[in-house]
């Protein structure tokens, strides 16, 4: 009695994403093409020399998992505006949240007339962020202002001045944050004085280390003790997968035994999810996979499906620590991208999406599992969900020194990019090659970008 149209729009098939850009690769100039030459032109004499772009081609289109540029070039995006775009481009649900809202209401100030949107914003992430217990939110523009509002919250709470952070972290370009990143270039170099009371302890990056969660906790734990002293450390700050560093997943245990001591010395633990978080890796925040409940949770990145906003959340005592008016900004919570972070959140659930970061997780990797037999300079494979890399060493070291190897590194994503794919790398050597797509990313493209990754290790 079924006929295909009724069996099509039956209920319980979710319905089919509609793209506005067809989901494919075209590659129809060289690369750059000769309208983003002249783009790039203008740009060298107008824009400031500080700000780079990985590729220099200039965009007029994105949708789904992949971008359009102005000389009809489509690109297969494997970075997703470095995990923003991360339930896809021009999300229809998050384009027609931001456009009503719009319409409404752009702009009001929360901290002088409050709106919804913004309470609501509150409310899912207290639901969806690891630990049950009451906790509060704040809302701000960029990560960098989120880890400033992480770390102001736990200095107000503690009373305490000293912050730590792990070796190979990045935690953004303001003042501050310039100092709790690993690498000085090209983030601090040049921009002193830097923030004062900033420690870098040691990681667990067991690749390198080939410590247990156990042996790497102590280390870091001995490190904070001696260095810093407990009693002055108001907060330790983490990224559950380290980003930029190059998506060097904890070994097990780390994490909880860090949580385990600072909960006994009354420092609070924060969790960067910045680039780990909503949705991304399979779990809403990848602290999920490592069982560790943090202090307070900062989001950014990926909330608002491309608009500006971020958030720190947490333990409702400390984050109720701050004096009215201590925390907030013009811009922050702006119910536009407030608007936009409601669609993400429903389209998350709507859309299954957890299940997708573990779909893409599985294509991923068993595609580089068959590079990696066929090219020993893959030295390792890593990361979850759609937040996956790959550590390319020099021949012959992977199983030993493990030397890195940035020249391959930058090849493959040149040959990449040649070919319609663009590729993120990272890593404090600039060894690594990160897979960061957004969630909108088909088995299909997956394949079609392995193919050519293949042809650029195959070219070396
Ligand atoms: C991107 C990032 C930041 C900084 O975020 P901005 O929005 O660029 O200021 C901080 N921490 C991590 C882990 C990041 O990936």
Known sequence: MTDTLTASASPAQSP????????????????????????????????????SSTLPVYITKANGAILVDVDGNQFIDLGAGIGVTTIGHTDSSVVEAAAG??????????????????VRVAELLAEHTPGDFPKKSVLINSGAEAVENGVKIARKYTGRRAV?????????????????????????????PLAGDVYHAPSSYPYHDGLSGAEAADRTITYLEKVVGATDLACL???PIQGEG???????????????????????????????????????????????????????????????????????DIMDASQPGGLGGTFGGNPVACAAAIAVFES?????????????????TSSLEQLKTKYDIIGDIRGRGAMIAIELVQPGTGDTTKEPNQAAVTAIAKFAAKNGVLLLTAGTYGNVLRFLPSLAVSDELIVDAMSVIDDALASL
């Open 237 to 239: 700050v983490v990224e």
């Open 164 to 192: 730590a952070v792990l070796d190979h972290a990045y935690h953004g370009r303001t003042n501050l944050t310039m100092a709790m990143n690993y690498k000085a270039m090209p983030y601090a170099t040049g921009y002193g």
């Open 101 to 118: 809202q719009v319409k409404d209401f752009i702009h009001t100030l929360f901290t002088i007339t409050p709106y919804e949107e913004y």
């Open 16 to 51: 089919a994403p509609v793209y506005t850009v067809p989901q494919e690769r075209r590659v129809v100039t060289a690369i750059p093409g000769p309208k983003s030459e002249e783009l790039q032109h203008r740009r060298l004499a107008s824009v400031s020399a500080g700000v």
């Open 348 to 364: 998350i659930e709507r859309n299954n999406l957890l299940a997708e970061g573990k779909r893409i997780e599985a294509a991923l």
């Open 246 to 316: 190059g998506f060097m997943v904890p070994a097990d245990g780390y994490l909880p035994a860090l949580q385990e001591w600072c909960t006994a010395n009354g420092v609070v633990m924060i969790a960067d999810e910045i680039q780990s978080g909503m949705a991304r890796t399979g779990a809403y925040y990848a602290s999920e996979h490592f069982g560790w409940i943090p202090d307070l949770v900062l989001t950014a990145k990926g909330i608002a499906g491309g608009l500006p906003l971020a958030a720190v959340t947490g333990r409702a």
